[in-house]
């Protein structure tokens, strides 16, 4: 293995995730806008050209690799990629190979994504009542989704349901969303919306709805416990007694959770962005496409780009803004 890649306040880079498309199925009101416009084919890394790119990650200690779009399982072929990676796994040099879904397309792929390694998959849905959730999707369909789920459980994977946290939307649903997952055995992870991108008539101050509300609503009708447990990552993990159950926070607005940070994006175009809430990235995909058989410029542009990691983001609600305060969607770099 080359040497591990480590950022300029000590934190080793082991987790990649990797956003295989911008295109999606739904249109989620607080993701993109209804008439997207995407990303000219050329632009995007070919799967050979992300095989080649993942690679490299786990070769300088990349250990998880989270796959997300976009919906990842919209992408074309998607499958060639999922089961060259899971060499990576046969080997050791990667300990996990993971996504992130809509769930549109688990009914599909389910089987094909265990027998290719992968053993959990994180889907987002926001409500559980049809008309709403045709309504925030404005292209999905509930029923799709939930006998994606029931497919994703038969083949033996792991589900985590991430719910947005919505102000005056999802708010009732709270006891709802909660004894379902319950029922079904899934851990739950609230999410605050993000202000990514322009996304048309849509008021991200309106829908916030911060996870301390969330929180304390929780506390009204259970014992809810902190947990030391830490992913390197931004969720805080609370215990509800009552049920057993680990519910997640991810909360970028209300706390910072920048401190043990391991991760990196890299975009479907091969721009890795070293922070979700930051503007700088790296263009990836000069050195690979100038020298398709030497990775070694590569992997020195990878290095160059995790030497200028930030130590934190840059969201703020506090200055009443209307529009993203990212330019960019968060289809473009990855959920």
């Not at 389910?110 to 992968?118: K, N, R, T």
Request: hydrophobic content about 35%; aromatic content about 8%; overall charge negative.
């Amino acid at each position: 293995m080359d040497t591990p890649l480590i950022d300029p306040f000590a934190r080793a880079i082991t987790y990649l995730r990797v956003s295989v498309t911008d295109r999606c199925d739904f249109r989620c009101v607080y993701c993109m806008s209804e008439n997207m416009t995407f990303l000219p084919k050329k632009e995007l890394l070919t799967l050979e050209e992300l095989d080649r790119m993942c690679t490299a990650f786990v070769g300088m200690g990349v250990k998880k690799l989270r796959i997300t779009g976009g919906e990842p399982l919209v992408r074309k072929g998607i499958m060639t990629f999922f089961n060259s990676m899971s060499r990576h796994l046969d080997s050791g040099a990667l300990s996990e190979l993971t996504l992130t879904t809509n769930g549109s397309q688990l009914e599909r792929f389910a089987d094909d994504l265990y027998a290719a390694g992968v053993r959990r998959v994180n889907v987002s849905l926001d409500t559980l009542d049809e008309a709403k959730f045709a309504d925030i999707t404005r292209w999905g369909r509930l029923p799709q989704v939930l006998r994606g789920i029931d497919a994703a459980q038969r083949a033996g994977l792991r589900v985590k349901i991430n719910a947005v946290a919505l102000k005056g939307f999802n708010e009732p649903e709270l006891a709802t969303i909660t004894r379902w997952c319950a029922e079904r055995d899934m851990d739950l992870t609230w999410i605050e919306v993000m202000p990514m991108g322009d996304i048309g008539n849509e008021d991200r101050l309106d829908q916030y709805w911060s996870l301390r509300d969330v929180r304390a609503t929780y506390a009204e009708h259970y014992t809810v416990t902190d947990l030391a447990e830490r992913t390197g990552g931004p969720a805080r993990y609370v215990r509800l007694e009552e049920t057993g159950q680990k519910i997640g926070f991810i909360t970028p607005l209300s706390h910072n959770f920048c401190e043990s940070c391991n991760r990196v994006r890299l975009t479907c175009t091969g721009e890795l962005y070293m922070c979700l809430g930051q503007e700088d990235m790296a263009d990836l995909r000069a050195p690979l496409r100038a020298h398709p058989d030497d990775d070694a410029p590569l992997r020195a542009a990878i290095r160059d780009a995790i030497s200028h990691k930030p130590k934190g983001h840059d969201f703020d609600y506090s200055r009443q803004r209307l529009d993203g305060q990212m330019s960019r969607h968060m289809s473009h770099t990855g959920g």
